[in-house]
């Protein structure tokens, strides 16, 4: 029978570069710590030193998913990207974090229609930390006008309000106080 070689078994050839590393801050123990972010590298003297740096380096394009052939920045004229970010899918541009222009996948191309509350903002499709669509009042927090169903420049007939909104395959007046409701695809134009 051969011999077991006690090499395999040594802790500190085979430990992680990380392990053998001190905290550049107080010179203790680094140890894996796990947050609601991930895995990270946290000083073992916590709370006396703070350190802590990630496991997992990032590339600043690591992001990206897609190059969007075709398409240019309105600001910097570098191709527009498809990116995951913290609340899912978007378009950005590819020359980040020199320019920061960003666009929602689900913007419409159409004209936003004027607040009708403050005449002068226009009505634009926000999301929420939750991934919920509503529409705001680009004026906020001037103007706190808020939807959640998407608006449409008509005017309603009855009450005379500068919007209304789509809801459910209808044309609904948002006021509270108007119960206007009409088939989307009759009356006005």
């Keep these: 029978m051969s011999k077991i070689d006690p090499s395999l078994f040594s802790v500190k050839a085979l430990a992680p570069e990380w392990e ?3 905290c550049p801050q107080c010179h203790a123990a680094l140890e894996m710590r796990h947050g609601k972010h991930g895995t990270f590298l946290g000083c073992s003297a916590y709370p ?7 496991l997992k380096v990032i590339e600043p394009d690591q992001d990206i998913e897609k190059i969007l052939e075709g398409s240019e920045c309105p ?3 570098h191709p527009l990207a498809l990116k995951k970010g913290r609340y899912g899918l978007f378009i950005g541009c590819s ?3 020199e320019c920061h222009h960003i666009a929602d996948l689900n913007e419409a191309q159409t ?3 004027q607040c009708p509350i403050c005449h002068q903002g226009q009505l634009v499709a926000r999301t929420s930390r939750y991934g919920k669509r509503f529409y705001a009042c680009n004026h906020y927090p001037k ?6 169903d998407k608006p449409v420049a008509r005017t309603c007939p009855d009450c005379g309000f ?6 459910k395959g209808q044309w609904h007046c948002p006021k509270k ?7 989307m695809g009759t009356g006005q134009s």
């Design 75 to 77: 600001l910097c004229h």
């Design 177 to 183: 106080s108007c119960d206007y409701q009409q088939p």
């Design 48 to 54: 006396a030193c703070d350190y802590l740096r990630p």
């Design 95 to 97: 020359h980040y974090p």
């Design 143 to 148: 103007c706190r006008f808020i939807s959640n």
């Design 162 to 167: 500068s919007i209304l909104v789509e809801r």
């Design 20 to 22: 053998q590393t001190p």
């Design 111 to 113: 004209e936003e229609p």
